[in-house]
Each structure stands twice: as C-alpha cells, then as structure tokens.
C-alpha cells in the first residue's frame, strides 16, 4: 500500500494512474473534513458533560443540558460511523494504486525504453542454424507438450527423463548456492489465503491471474481465508512476518524456497503459445530479503548480484535491463530484470525479476521493526528475486547449450547433481 506522502511520485508512472490517484485524494479531503467536524463534535460533547455534572438535577437547566448532550451523543456516534466508512473507502482506494518509482528509475513508456545495465559473458556462435527449445526438446524425447495438453489443457507441459532430472538438478543447484550464501531456506505451502495476497499486492487487482480454490477448506473457511494457488513464492515467504514487529537487529532477513508457481495467464493470449516460456504451472526457486530502509538498495543490488550468480555459475550469457517507469511492476519501487540470450529465437527473454518494493507491501501486509528497544515501530522494507525460474533455464540451457547433432551439453556446473551426466543426447 502506497505512503500517502508519495502520492504524488507515482503519477511518473503515466496518466492512466491519474484516475485511481485524484479519486483517492477526493475521499482522503472528505476523511480529513469528517475527523475535524467529529473532533469537534467529541469536543463539545466533553464540555457538555463537564456543564451537566456541575448542575442541580433537579433545575430545568440540567434537562436541556442533558437533551443537548444526549443529542452531541448521537451526533458523536453517527460522526465516528461515517469516518469509519469513508476510511474504508480510502483504503479500498489505496489498494489500487500501484507504488512510486525511485528516483533512479527511468523514466519511459515501455520495455523499449528499459536501458541496459550491463552484459555477462560470451554471446555463443553456431556453424548451423540453432533451433528453438521446443523443436530441441521434442526431438530428443524429453519435452512432451502434447502429453501435458492431454492431462491438463493448454500451456502445460510433461518434463521426460533427461528434462526431468535436469529440473531437479537445477533446483538443487539453486538451493545449495543460494544457502551457501546466507539465505535461509524454506519449503512453504503452494496454497495461499486471500489476505496473503493482498498483502503482498497481487489482490485486488490481480485476481483474474490467479487459480482460485473453489472448495472450501475446513469449518474455519471464511472470505478471507479464500485459498489460491500460489503465483509465486514471493506471496508465502514475506507472509512469513505478516502481522509482525521484528527486532531491528534482527534484519535482514534472508530466505529461499523452492515452489511450484500456477499462472492463468489471463492477459497473454496469443503470447509465446510455444515452449516452455508461458506456462500455467512452473517452477522456480525465490529470493527475498526483508530489510531496514536504510539499507534496501543496497540490498537490492545484492540481491541482483545472487541470483546473477546462478546464470553465471552456468556460464549463460545474460543482460542485466533497469526496468522504467512505463514497464516497472505494479508493485515495485525499482526493478532490475535478468535476461538470458535464446538463439533459438534470436531474441533476450526475461528469467528473473529483482525488485525493491520500499515499505509498500510491508504497509499491507503490517511488517513493522523496531530499529531500538523503546523506538516506535515502523515498516520494513521488502525486496525479492527470482533466483531463478526454472523452466526457463531449461530453455536457455537447451537452446544456448545445443550441438549440431541435435544433443545438448550440459553445464559442467550441474553434472554433479545429474550423475555426472555430461550431454542429452536421444
């Protein structure tokens, strides 16, 4: 949820958060309006009550006291419902205003204007005409789409031997680099509860995207206790210290999890119908960090740095893009994408987003800390990574990795965890 004292900072996302902004600052003027009259009202009701209680009750002057006090009591009562339901109102508003950009972030209209950061490694040639991942995986037997649309419907997929395991490698891969550098790891639910999504902000605005439960679980089922599948493991892992106030010294907090993640993919019709690229369900393994204010951009850049070590440690070749203000997520303050070169399609595709979100999603989701014993407390901020997509690195790997032959090497990074299994060949 935006700070209302960055109101104003987020309108650099483009004229069509105008809207959503003035309406909020229409109800806020009218919050602001009915706490003073009720601020005066209590007032007066407290005077009123100070008169009466220094009045003879049996004089005709402390009967019209207490009419008039029974009637600023009324006044008092009606005044604090109303307050109650325009600040739900602001609230409600609030939800649908994205967050601010930093300073530093770009500003532009799309992707197309997203600058490059920086570049890693060698960009790999071919004596022949490299093949996309699904023509490369089809072929080799490992990649079977028409077994997954059988099963399940469109955009999913059935992972065979070698694809199989090479998942698993490099869940494993993930895991143990990212714990060898400080982060805690956890195994979370891949069901999550409507009030964990809220707060982390895929509700309200998202819900066409996500897969809803529609059995209700248990006598405790209430409408907040809606449950989804997880879009990401991002939702569970900062819900971890929802409703919480954490030691000061005690940050950062530094976890990793493994999770399938379940996408409906309402708005990408038409879009990357092929391959492994935009599935209903995938895998992926998440980085996020909660941290004090003060350091969160500097962990931010941390943060770019761990999951840029998987791709590394891989030896793909990759770009580094600084998302602008036209492309930056609904809930992000400032976003780096990782993306990895596909010769197969000729192109850089997106396989893990770093994003600081500030104290937005800690406002929702009520993520305090409190830096000294005593302080007052106040919102972390909240940072995650992907770190990285699964799926999508298959694709890389099969694709960046490929041989004239039609077989596939395999990283010599990920043999140990693969038998040391050194190429996919059919």
Request: aromatic share 8%; charged share 25%.
């Amino acid at each position: 949820m935006l700070d209302p004292a960055r109101m104003d900072d987020v309108l650099r996302r483009g004229a069509e958060v105008g809207p959503a902004v003035e309406a909020w600052k229409s109800l806020d003027e009218h919050r602001r309006k009915l706490q003073n009259e009720l601020d005066t009202a209590r007032q007066q009701r407290n005077a009123g009550s100070d008169r009466m209680a220094k009045l003879d009750k049996k004089s005709p002057e402390f009967a019209a006291a207490r009419d008039e006090l029974k009637a600023l009591s009324t006044k008092v009562k009606d005044g604090e419902a109303e307050l109650a339901r325009v600040e739900a109102e602001c609230e409600r508003a609030l939800l649908v205003i994205p967050n601010a950009p930093h300073a530093s972030v770009p500003t532009g209209a799309s992707e197309a204007d997203n600058p490059v950061h920086h570049v890693w490694g060698t960009k790999p040639s071919y004596g022949f005409a490299p093949k996309p991942h699904w023509e490369i995986g089809e072929a080799l037997g490992i990649l079977d789409f028409d077994a997954g649309t059988k099963i399940a419907g469109a955009r999913f997929t059935v992972l065979r031997g070698a694809a199989s395991r090479l998942s698993r490698a490099l869940m494993n891969y993930m895991l143990d680099l990212h714990t060898a550098h400080g982060y805690a790891e956890v195994w979370p639910p891949a069901m999550v509860a409507r009030r964990s999504l809220r707060g982390t902000g895929q509700l309200p605005k998202f819900e066409a995207d996500l897969f809803k439960i529609d059995q209700p679980v248990g006598p405790d089922h209430v409408a907040d206790n809606d449950l989804f599948m997880s879009p990401t493991a991002e939702v569970q892992i900062t819900n971890l210290h929802a409703d919480e106030i954490l030691d000061g010294a005690s940050l950062p907090r530094k976890y990793c999890a493994y999770a399938p993640c379940f996408r409906a993919e309402a708005g990408a019709h038409g879009k990357d119908t092929r391959g492994l690229i935009r599935q209903h369900q995938f895998d992926k393994v998440e980085l996020v960090k909660i941290v004090a204010p003060e350091h969160s951009y500097d962990e931010l850049e941390a943060l770019r740095d761990d999951a840029e070590r998987v791709l590394q440690g891989l030896n793909l070749y990759y770009r580094v893009v600084t998302l602008c203000t036209g492309d930056i997520g609904f809930t992000s303050a400032k976003t780096y994408d990782l993306e990895v070169w596909l010769p197969g399609q000729d192109t850089f595709r997106e396989i893990s987003s770093c994003s600081n979100f500030e104290d937005w999603q800690a406002r929702r989701a009520k993520i305090r800390y409190k830096p000294n014993a005593g302080d007052k407390a106040r919102p972390v901020h909240t940072l995650n990574g992907s770190g990285i997509a699964i799926g999508r690195t298959i694709v890389a790997i099969l694709e960046q990795y490929q041989q004239a032959d039609g077989s596939v090497v395999i990283p010599v990074a990920l043999r140990p965890y693969m038998g040391g299994l050194e190429r996919i060949a059919k």
